[in-house]
C-alpha cells in the first residue's frame, strides 16, 4: 500500500478510464487509485475490474447502487481512505481535465511543502488557466468562485475546484458525514470547512481542460445548490479548531 490514494468518482467513463488510470500508474511517484462508480451502464466497472488484474493491489474498485452524486462518492472515499491508513487523499476527475502529471505537485505541497490541503487551481496569479471552455461557461465559474470569495471571505481563488488533495488529518477533523451539499457546492464546502478548522490551504496553479469525451455532469440544479449554498455556510458559519 502506498502512502496517497486518488479517488476517482465515475459515471459513464468508459472513454477515458483506462486511460486515466494507466496515466497515474505511469507517474514517477506510487498512488494507489480507488474509482468509485455508482453503476454505470456504460460499463465503466467492467473495464476497471479487467484492469485490477494488471494493477493487483494497487487499483480498487467500490460500485455504488445508482447514482448518488458527486459529493457523496467523495465521502464514500474518503471513509474508505482513512479506514485503511491513507496519509493523502486526492479527488480528481475521470476525463483527463486534470493533467496527471499535476498529482505530484499537490502530494508534494502537502508532504513537504506545509500545506494542509492543494488546491489544483485554474485561477491563481492573475491568470486563467483553461482549455477548450467556451466564454459562457468560463465566466460563470470563474465569477462563481469570486462570489464564493465574497459571500464567504474564504481566501482561496479557485473554490470550486475538483482536483485537490487533503492531508489525512483533515479529513479526520471535518465531520465528513455532516457534509450538506452534493453537487457543485461540495466542493466549496469542502475547502470552507477546511479553512474554518484552521488547516493551511494552498493553490496551485494548473491548467485545466475541457473534457473531449463524455458529457458533462454540469446542471441547473447543481448551480442553484452552489449559489444558495454557500449563504447557508456563510450564515452558519463554523467555530476555529481550538
Given at each position: 500500500?502506498?502512502?496517497?490514494?486518488?479517488?476517482?468518482?465515475?459515471?459513464?467513463?468508459?472513454?477515458?478510464?483506462?486511460?486515466?488510470?494507466?496515466?497515474?500508474?505511469?507517474?514517477?511517484?506510487?498512488?494507489?487509485?480507488?474509482?468509485?462508480?455508482?453503476?454505470?451502464?456504460?460499463?465503466?466497472?467492467?473495464?476497471?475490474?479487467?484492469?485490477?488484474?494488471?494493477?493487483?493491489?494497487?487499483?480498487?474498485?467500490?460500485?455504488?447502487?445508482?447514482?448518488?452524486?458527486?459529493?457523496?462518492?467523495?465521502?464514500?472515499?474518503?471513509?474508505?481512505?482513512?479506514?485503511?491508513?491513507?496519509?493523502?487523499?486526492?479527488?480528481?476527475?475521470?476525463?483527463?481535465?486534470?493533467?496527471?502529471?499535476?498529482?505530484?505537485?499537490?502530494?508534494?505541497?502537502?508532504?513537504?511543502?506545509?500545506?494542509?490541503?492543494?488546491?489544483?487551481?485554474?485561477?491563481?496569479?492573475?491568470?486563467?488557466?483553461?482549455?477548450?471552455?467556451?466564454?459562457?461557461?468560463?465566466?460563470?465559474?470563474?465569477?462563481?468562485?469570486?462570489?464564493?470569495?465574497?459571500?464567504?471571505?474564504?481566501?482561496?481563488n479557485d473554490t470550486t475546484a475538483g482536483f485537490v488533495c487533503y492531508k489525512r488529518k483533515v479529513l479526520e477533523t471535518i465531520q465528513l458525514d455532516k457534509i450538506k451539499f452534493i453537487g457543485y457546492a461540495f466542493q466549496i464546502e469542502m475547502k470552507f470547512k477546511a479553512w474554518k478548522h484552521g488547516f493551511k490551504v494552498k493553490e496551485i496553479p494548473v491548467i485545466f481542460t475541457d473534457r473531449e469525451f463524455g458529457t458533462s455532469k454540469m446542471n441547473?440544479?447543481?448551480?442553484?445548490?452552489?449559489?444558495?449554498?454557500?449563504?447557508?455556510?456563510?450564515?452558519?458559519?463554523?467555530?476555529?479548531?481550538?
Amino acid at each position: 500500500m502506498q502512502d496517497t490514494l486518488v479517488i476517482i468518482p465515475t459515471y459513464n467513463e468508459k472513454d477515458t478510464i483506462e486511460r486515466i488510470i494507466r496515466a497515474v500508474f505511469s507517474e514517477d511517484k506510487k498512488f494507489d487509485v480507488l474509482v468509485v462508480d455508482d453503476h454505470s451502464p456504460d460499463g465503466t466497472s467492467v473495464i476497471v475490474q479487467e484492469l485490477q488484474k494488471e494493477y493487483k493491489d494497487r487499483l480498487f474498485l467500490e460500485v455504488r447502487t445508482d447514482k448518488k452524486g458527486l459529493g457523496t462518492a467523495y465521502i464514500h472515499g474518503f471513509h474508505w481512505a482513512l479506514a485503511r491508513g491513507y496519509q493523502y487523499i486526492i479527488e480528481m476527475d475521470a476525463d483527463f481535465s486534470h493533467n496527471p502529471n499535476d498529482l505530484i505537485r499537490l502530494y508534494n505541497a502537502c508532504a513537504e511543502g506545509g500545506a494542509d490541503v492543494s488546491v489544483g487551481s485554474r485561477y491563481v496569479n492573475n491568470q486563467v488557466n483553461v482549455v477548450n471552455w467556451d466564454i459562457k461557461r468560463l465566466l460563470l465559474s470563474y465569477f462563481a468562485s469570486r462570489y464564493v470569495r465574497f459571500i464567504t471571505r474564504i481566501p482561496i481563488n479557485d473554490t470550486t475546484a475538483g482536483f485537490v488533495c487533503y492531508k489525512r488529518k483533515v479529513l479526520e477533523t471535518i465531520q465528513l458525514d455532516k457534509i450538506k451539499f452534493i453537487g457543485y457546492a461540495f466542493q466549496i464546502e469542502m475547502k470552507f470547512k477546511a479553512w474554518k478548522h484552521g488547516f493551511k490551504v494552498k493553490e496551485i496553479p494548473v491548467i485545466f481542460t475541457d473534457r473531449e469525451f463524455g458529457t458533462s455532469k454540469m446542471n441547473s440544479k447543481i448551480i442553484n445548490e452552489a449559489v444558495f449554498g454557500v449563504i447557508k455556510m456563510r450564515l452558519k458559519g463554523l467555530p476555529k479548531a481550538s
